[in-house]
């Protein structure tokens, strides 16, 4: 029974966006109360399946010989699959108010609850081929949403998404092959599962595969140079935003890449080799690049895309370092990141929704007219620029300390980075803050009068990431010592 909780958890969502187009709901409310049931129940059946722990596999079906979809529930995979789960119904309760006023509401929540049971399929995956399965499903039911309004900007990002989810998946195939062909099992082990025996001595050409199989998987987090996609696919809905930034698709290919280091191809072939110098860079440069384009960005929700880049970045740097303190810090600032973004994107979504108005200079003096969203907003601006407190700043800080600990001298290049993105963060987050709190003396208050605040279907999910974000800064005890656990699977590897 516990095994095959691992399949219902997967394939109810499926199920419950399948037939939505065909089920009849004499008003809006009757759909609501559908969908949100169907995502509530199976965010509870992740959590008692998580509380259980089932210790077997599942296979779905089998190719041929070690091929095979096959789900189980290690560490790493419960802490996304719990991510998923408790973030899932709070994105879905905002998505109702928010959709209100938007066409084609049916097929946008047929593949937003689908995108929920595939997300957990990622997380279950027992083998790289499962993972690879799912993962590319995602980018197939992600791509009508981001492509929802179909105006032309919209189909614009939404061709863009695309080219890069293909190449992405061309270069994680590559790695994939390899490791079914060089591997001895496809299974995720901890270590690593190469043969070395098998490979002849072509160790620098598993070491290029490796990072084309990195950066395949690496796309859907942004990192540089396939950064471009992201702040393009803003123009979707803040719904599917916020999933993209915060639960599903960037997570999903941080997910992946700590995946294929540590539980495929193995740290003890990579540390110290010139492939993870070369990650280490590209990460630190898109933590500095993605900051300093945040800060030159003038559209809201394109600003917070950008800072995803540069936040996302932070957990491959963390993984980069190919430590069990690295995949620590890497862990921990996935859970704090999607609270935050989260938070801040949500609120992004209900001032654009209310206001109309999506440059940060017509956001002046926001705050008289809808205190709540922009206090909710602040502390998500403050835990992203990493005040003590709350959570960003505890991330942040175990991925420092596990950096310094590396004796690594680009992982040093790596803490300065982490230095001067707070101090950028700063800047782009908290001047949002002042605008919306202190205007200015021209400001003319008559120019917001028909504003009102967010409602509670709105307020809600924004105030319980809220609460997220301070509870996870004042005791994130619990969490590390689940964190600690994963990486301690991994030994001295």
């Known amino acids: 029974m516990k095994e095959v909780m691992m399949l219902i958890v997967v394939i109810l969502p499926l199920f419950t966006g399948i037939l939505l187009p065909l089920l009849s709901f004499r008003t809006r409310k009757g759909m609501w109360i559908y969908l949100e049931t169907a995502v509530c129940v199976n ?111 919209a189909v614009h ?168 303190a690295g995949l620590v810090g890497a862990l921990a600032h996935m859970i704090c990141h999607s609270f935050m973004k989260l938070c801040s994107f949500l609120c992004a979504g209900a001032i654009m929704h209310k206001t109309g108005r999506n440059y940060i200079h017509e956001l002046n003096g926001l705050g008289r007219k809808m205190p709540k969203v922009c206090l909710l907003f602040s502390v998500s601006a403050f835990a992203l620029t990493g005040v003590p407190g709350l959570c960003g700043f505890v991330s942040k800080w175990y991925l420092a300390e596990a950096a310094v600990e590396s004796e690594n001298i680009l992982a040093y290049a790596g803490t300065a980075a982490l ?12 001047t949002l803050v002042v605008r919306f709190f202190f205007p200015g003396k021209d400001f003319d208050g008559r120019m917001l009068k028909d504003v009102e605040d967010a409602g509670w279907m709105m307020l809600v999910p924004i105030g319980m990431a809220a609460v997220a974000v301070v509870c996870l800064g004042l005791h994130f005890g619990p969490v590390l010592e689940v964190l600690e656990r994963i990486a301690g699977e991994l030994g001295a590897v």
């Open 43 to 153: 965010s509870l059946l992740v959590l008692w399946m998580l509380s259980h722990a089932p210790e077997g596999t599942l296979t779905v079906f089998r190719f041929t010989g070690n091929l095979s979809i096959t789900l189980r529930l290690d560490g790493m995979g419960a802490v996304f699959a719990a991510l998923a789960a408790l973030l899932w119904p709070f994105a879905m309760l905002y998505s109702f108010e928010y959709m209100k006023s938007e066409k084609n509401e049916k097929s946008f929540f047929l593949f937003y609850v689908v995108t929920y049971g595939i997300t957990l399929g990622v997380a279950l995956a027992e083998n790289i081929l499962t993972m690879y399965f799912f993962f590319e499903m995602l980018s197939l039911v992600t791509l009508p949403l981001v492509m929802h309004e179909r105006t032309r900007e």
């Open 419 to 430: 230095l001067v993105s707070a101090l950028l963060t700063a800047v782009y987050m908290l």
């Open 157 to 324: 990002a939404s061709r863009m998404y695309l080219y890069y989810m293909l190449g992405g998946a061309a270069f994680a195939f590559i790695g994939m092959t390899f490791v079914l062909a060089y591997g001895t099992t496809s299974t995720f082990v901890a270590g690593g599962v190469l043969d070395m025996a098998r490979t002849g001595g072509k160790t620098d050409m598993l070491l290029l595969i490796y990072l084309l199989c990195f950066c395949g998987f690496s796309v859907k987090t942004a990192m540089w140079p396939f950064s471009s996609w992201l702040p393009k696919a803003s123009v979707a809905p803040t719904p599917v935003t916020a999933l993209l930034h915060a639960v599903a698709v960037v997570n999903t290919g941080a997910f992946a890449a700590m995946r294929v280091t540590y539980y495929s191809f193995g740290t003890e072939l990579l540390r110290g080799t010139w492939v993870q110098g070369v990650i280490l860079l590209l990460t630190i440069f898109t933590i500095v690049c993605g900051c300093s384009r945040a800060l030159k960005e003038t559209h809201l929700k394109r600003r917070l895309a950008w800072s995803t880049v540069g936040n996302m970045s932070y957990i491959l740097f963390g993984a980069a370092l190919m430590t069990p």
